[in-house]
């Protein structure tokens, strides 16, 4: 072969492979968030402000819809060069009817897994609690009762604190309430 004939093929095949390996134009940045659901992305950001772990959500959508399960309240899709992607289930049990606490627990839990690339954490401290405000199973750590049964053991507003500190850093150490 001549060289100038196995230059040529090498630049064919040095094309060819740029161009298979290439993907696709990442989507422009777009922000389309619910007005109701727009003070907990708020306050998101601000709680991970105070704790110097600044997060962006100026590539974000939150829409109300179906998720992929009908026992799921939210659910993040991330695809690789496309905006995060965050589904609420708009039913009464997983919006309609939540205090605010269960309904930022929920937006808190699908930023967390959006934003911080957080997975599910099933631990638990000895006395029953999440450890997690990730749990895929409890939203509302942090939430007061909706029938107040109990007393002051039913209303967990107090909690909050260690669930949004243990949000931005799962190295926090165990609150004495879970003692």
């Given at each position: 072969m001549r060289p100038t004939s196995l230059v040529s093929l090498l630049l064919l095949v040095l094309t060819l492979s740029c161009q298979s390996s290439q993907t696709a134009e990442p989507e422009p940045v777009q922000y389309n968030v619910?007005?109701?659901v727009e003070p907990y992305v708020k306050s998101f950001r601000e709680e991970a402000g105070k704790r110097n772990n600044p997060v962006s959500t100026t590539?974000?959508?939150i829409t109300f819809?179906?998720?992929l399960k009908e026992d799921i309240c939210g659910q993040c899709l991330?695809?690789?060069g496309k905006t995060p992607r965050i589904v609420l289930n708009s039913d009464s049990f997983c919006w309609q009817q939540a205090n605010k606490e269960e309904r930022e627990g929920l937006v808190?839990?699908?930023l967390g897994h959006c934003l911080l690339k957080?997975?599910?954490r099933t631990d638990t401290f000895p006395m029953g609690a999440f450890k997690s405000l990730m749990n895929p199973n409890n939203v509302g750590v942090y939430a007061p009762c909706h029938y107040p049964i109990g007393g002051d053991e039913c209303d967990?507003?107090?909690r909050r604190e260690y669930y949004i500190n243990e949000?931005?850093?799962p190295a926090t150490p165990t609150p004495a309430w879970a003692r």
């Open positions: 619910p007005a109701e590539n974000l959508i819809g179906t998720v991330l695809e690789t808190f839990h699908e957080l997975g599910h967990k507003r107090p949000l931005f850093d």
